[in-house]
């Protein structure tokens, strides 16, 4: 049974610091990791998403690395704004089209 | 471009009470999701339906049932609630087609069983 971690579970950071989030699951026999960001009291929005023939994905200030050998994901936010508080889940996508996701970590960014 | 609607937004039940969580989405996805999540905890997979006229188990069905009514509509039945299914349910829509698909989810019904 697949089974996804993340650490930590909470970061707070002063703006402008770049920081990494880790996600690590147990099964390398993946389709897919994407990495969302979820708002208090709203759904989830997916932000990258990795193919398991890929190694990385940029979007803007975000980049996101897989190494499914290690089974291990992270994601880089740059120069990080208050705007980035939120949670961000990771997830990855096995046979059968089911995500299992990981617990998250809730992003807090200090003006 | 609605995307993924869910009704209610809130629902507070007594315990033994049932109800229907409805789903609905415009993207012409072929598969959707019901998922739930409990605090500090990920989203775990309650049913899932792979095209229309399929449903399928996922991590925790026990004490739920689903219907996909066509392609656009996949509810969620609570027989008889309990308290420990007081959580924030989620409904997910996909093309369902390979590693470059990828969920898009409702704003989540906030469920309390008393």
């Known amino acids: 049974k697949q089974e996804v971690t993340q650490i930590p579970a909470a970061l707070s950071v002063p703006e402008g610091e770049n920081l990494v989030l880790n996600c690590s699951f147990t099964?390398?026999?993946?389709?897919?990791l994407q990495w969302f960001r979820q708002d208090p009291g709203k759904g989830l929005t997916s932000l990258l998403l990795?193919?398991?023939?890929?190694r990385e994905q940029t979007s803007g200030r975000l980049n996101a690395s897989l190494d499914k050998s290690s089974g291990r994901s992270t994601l880089y936010i740059a120069a990080s704004q208050p705007g980035d508080s939120a949670t961000y889940l990771c997830?990855?996508?096995?046979?059968?089209?089911?995500?299992?996701f990981g617990g998250g970590t809730r992003l807090m960014v200090k003006p | 471009n609605a995307g993924v609607t869910q009704t209610p937004k809130f629902q507070v039940l007594k315990t033994g009470q049932s109800m229907t969580l409805q789903c609905a989405q415009d993207?012409?996805?072929?598969?959707m999701y019901w998922y739930r999540q409990d605090p500090g905890m990920g989203l775990r997979l309650i049913y899932y339906?792979?095209?229309?006229?399929?449903?399928d188990k996922g991590e925790v069905p026990n004490g739920y049932n689903v219907s996909r009514l066509n392609k656009r509509e996949f509810s969620l039945r609570l027989e008889s609630a309990a308290p420990s299914q007081t959580s924030v349910y989620f409904c997910a829509s996909s093309d369902g087609a390979g590693v470059a698909d990828t969920q898009y989810f409702g704003p989540g019904t906030r469920l309390t069983v008393l």
């Open positions: 990795i193919q398991s023939s890929q």
């Open positions: 993207m012409n996805h072929n598969s």
């Open positions: 339906s792979a095209s229309e006229g399929t449903t």
């Open positions: 997830a990855v996508k096995n046979a059968g089209n089911m995500l299992t």
């Open positions: 099964d390398s026999a993946i389709y897919n």
